[in-house]
Structures are given as structure tokens and as C-alpha cells.
T-cell receptor, first 111, second 115 residues
Framework: KNEVEQSPQNLTAQEGEFITINCSYS?????LHWLQQHPGGGIVSLFM???GKKKHGRLIATINIQEKHSSLHITASHPRDSAVYIC?????????????FGKGTKLSVKP | DTEVTQTPKHLVMGMTNKKSLKCEQH?????MYWYKQKAKKPPELMFV???????INESVPSRFSPECPNSSLLNLHLHALQPEDSALYLC??????????????FGPGTRLTVL
């Protein structure tokens, strides 16, 4: 069983829809990261969180430490949100920069 | 400046060639990373440098040789690669601190093809 599980693996939405991507993990963590990767490669860090909720524009990330679960929400989705969204955790007591990555969720937003 | 730059963007090389990938950041980060990413897979950590010293080598074959000449630059020297080494190579940087607790800033990557 992977230490970081994401669902769904693939997601197709219509422009304007509310989107939720889920991440569950099985290890104790220092922090959880949500990353975005567009076709062509570059990765952008969206959020790093260790408790509660963070919001940036149309993106909201939440984490429940007791349940070892995080969600990434996108409100009013747009075709430019089409990308792979990756959940990664920094395990508690791990070495510098050691992140455990989920397999990613590929999001396609249709106009 | 919150940018990590990588050169070249694309690289095609034969199995007998020697080439280098370069990465640069000017955010004052003292941790720098090399990742390898195959298609439709998450990134795999290869090397970590802390204060310009190699701190993590994730059992990477010796045909990959990292170098950190100063706190802003990170190189990955390539020699005698195999076709299965074809992948996207990503560089990242972060502040030092509690493991996994610092945001990593990623470069755009170098897409490497080994013929």
C-alpha cells in the first residue's frame, strides 16, 4: 500500500464546476504539500500546510491531521486549471527535503 | 526573485556522450535537490545538497554525478547514460530546516533523451 494515496486518478470537469481532489496518507508528517504540474513539466508549489485550511485565489486546501487526510478544492474551475495535481508529505523525522509523493490526479477542465 | 532556472530545456545525447545539466537559484536557499521524473509518475529524489555538501544520495548510479560549486548553483554531470535514463530532470531548492517542512521551489526541468 502506498504511503500517500490520491483520488481520483483522473478527473474531467466542465468549466465553472467545483472540484475536489483527495489525499490520504499513512505516516506521521511535518507538513503536507500540494503541487501543480502542467504539461511540459515545471512544478509549482500551491500550498504547504500542517493544520487547518489555506486559501489562495480560487484554491483552498484543508488538512485533518487526526484523520490523515487532505483535500484540494478548486472553485469556478477554468481550462487553465488543467494540470496534474500532486500531494506530497514530509514525514515526521525524515531527512532534509525527503518528500513522499502521491501518484497525482490529472485534471482536465473542458470549456 | 523566486525562480529556479534550469538549462538546457531539452537535451538529446548518445550513450557515449558527456553532458551537464545546470540549475541556479538566487533565493538564498541552502538546500538544493535533483529529481528524476518518468512519464506519468511522480518525481523521484536523486540527490540533496545541504550547505553545498551532498547529504542524500538515493542509490543513484555513478553515471550521474552531482556537483554544487556554490550556494546558488547545482550541476548534474551525465556520462555513459542508458536509454532508460531518458526522463524529465527537475531541480528544486528550499530553506533548510525540519524535514519536509519547507516549501520546495522547482525549476522547469530538463527533458533528457538518451539514444
Amino acid at each position: 500500500k502506498n504511503e500517500v494515496e490520491q483520488s481520483p486518478q483522473n478527473l474531467t470537469a466542465q468549466e465553472g464546476e467545483f472540484i475536489t481532489i483527495n489525499c490520504s496518507y499513512s505516516v506521521g508528517i511535518s507538513a503536507l504539500h500540494w503541487l501543480q504540474q502542467h504539461p511540459g513539466g515545471g512544478i509549482v508549489s500551491l500550498f504547504m500546510l500542517s493544520s487547518g485550511k489555506k486559501k489562495h485565489g480560487r484554491l483552498i486546501a484543508t488538512i485533518n491531521i487526526q484523520e490523515k487526510h487532505s483535500s484540494l478544492h478548486i472553485t469556478a474551475s477554468h481550462p487553465r486549471d488543467s494540470a496534474v495535481y500532486i500531494c506530497a508529505v514530509g514525514p515526521y523525522g525524515g531527512s532534509q527535503g525527503n518528500l513522499i509523493f502521491g501518484k497525482g490526479t490529472k485534471l482536465s477542465v473542458k470549456p | 526573485d523566486t525562480e529556479v532556472t534550469q538549462t538546457p530545456k531539452h537535451l538529446v545525447m548518445g550513450m557515449t556522450n558527456k553532458k551537464s545539466l545546470k540549475c541556479e537559484q538566487h533565493m538564498g536557499h541552502r538546500a538544493m535537490y535533483w529529481y528524476k521524473q518518468k512519464a506519468k509518475k511522480p518525481p523521484e529524489l536523486m540527490f540533496v545538497y545541504s550547505y553545498e555538501k551532498l547529504s542524500i544520495n538515493e542509490s543513484v548510479p555513478s553515471r550521474f554525478s552531482p556537483e554544487c560549486p556554490n550556494s546558488s548553483l547545482l550541476n548534474l554531470h551525465l556520462h555513459a547514460l542508458q536509454p532508460e535514463d531518458s526522463a524529465l530532470y527537475l531541480c528544486a531548492s528550499s530553506r533548510l530546516g525540519l524535514a519536509g517542512y519547507n516549501e520546495q521551489f522547482f525549476g522547469p526541468g530538463t527533458r533528457l533523451t538518451v539514444l
